[in-house]
Nanobody, 123 residues
Framework: QVQVVQSPGGSVQAGGTLTLSCAAH????????VIWYRQPPEKEREFVAT???????SYADAVKGRFTLSQDRAKNTCYLQMDSLRPEDTATYYC?????????????????WGQGALVTVSS
């Protein structure tokens, strides 16, 4: 079984910084990517960023240059540092683990979601 646990969100003023974490634990271990999504109030969920198992990253245009991904492999934890936050960044942020190997039943359990973290940015 795999558990994906996110740190709580928070409230910040525009221009501020907040860092979210996403820790994945489970056995047996399989390599996985971490994908971050967000869902603004009354809107659809949207892609934010991804940290692949090979440590390459991708960002949505809306956050590029302001958000930065990092990871601590020893802790199986991915961090999303959000700088220069704007009111339009207000959303519930979710992280999701995606197994690199999808043909293996034991690796498919690494397809899992975190519980979400509410981030509120005030102007």
């Amino acid at each position: 079984q795999v558990q994906v646990v996110q740190s709580p969100g928070g409230s910040v003023q525009a221009g501020g910084t907040l860092t979210l974490s996403c820790a994945a634990h489970g056995s047996p271990y399989c390599a996985f990517d971490v994908i971050w999504y967000r869902q603004p109030p009354e809107k659809e969920r949207e892609f934010v960023a991804t940290m692949r198992d090979d440590r390459t990253t991708s960002y949505a245009d809306a956050v590029k240059g302001r958000f930065t991904l990092s990871q601590d492999r020893a802790k199986n934890t991915c961090y999303l540092q959000m700088d220069s936050l704007r009111p339009e960044d207000t959303a519930t942020y979710y992280c999701k683990t995606n197994p690199v190997v999808t043909w293996s039943a034991q690796c498919r359990i690494w397809d899992a979601w975190g519980q979400g973290a509410l981030v509120t940015v005030s102007s």
